[in-house]
Structure formats: C-alpha cells, structure tokens
C-alpha cells in the first residue's frame, strides 16, 4: 500500500492507449477506467530544446498498480485529454515502487 494512498481521492474518468488503425487514424483504447489519484493542475513550462516549449497543465499521483503507464499514454478527466510528458517512479524505504508521478501536458 502507497504512503500517499489517504491521498487518491480524486478519479480519472480513463486511461487510454493511442495505437494507428489501418487509415493510419489514432484510435485511443481505455486501459483503465475510474482511477483513484491525486491531481493537481498547474500551470507550468518546460524547455525541451531551443525551439520547443511544453506547457504542463496537471502534476498526478497514482498507487503503484499503474506503474506500467508511459509517454505514449491519454489521461481523460472531466471531458478533457491529457498528453503524458513524463513518468516518475517512486519507492519506499524497502526499494519496491511506492507511487507513480506523472506530469500531464
């Protein structure tokens, strides 16, 4: 069980995957549905080269069963889609995951 569990009461409505169907159209596939977390919106920029500039919208925290979860995934909540930016892995005191950190632009 993850420290921050007392935390996760807020849900993410779904998680999904973007995967190309055969018109080479992005075709998104829940993974997870009403995920427990914590969310924090902010407002927040990140330089990753000279040119390109990310805007992170949401910092969210999740128990380690969706430590699975990378760049190439679709947070929906509220109606509204979430890019992954990054993923962070957290761990105990033991080495085992404790949470997953993930910035959302």
């Not at 935390?7 to 427990?36: H, M, W």
Request: aromatic share 12%; proline share 1%; with cysteine.
């Amino acid at each position: 069980m993850s420290l921050l569990s007392a935390f996760f009461n807020q849900k993410i409505g779904t998680i999904c995957t973007i995967s190309r169907n055969e018109y080479g159209d992005k075709v998104l596939s829940a993974i997870y549905t009403n995920v427990p977390c914590r969310w924090q919106e902010t407002n927040r920029t990140v330089m990753e080269s000279e040119s390109e500039i990310k805007r992170i919208r949401a910092d969210v925290w999740l128990n380690d069963d969706y430590s699975s979860i990378t760049e190439n995934y679709i947070f929906i909540k509220d109606g509204k889609q979430y890019k992954v930016y990054s993923v962070e892995l957290r761990y105990n005191l033991d080495g085992n995951v404790d949470h997953v950190k993930v910035e959302l632009e």
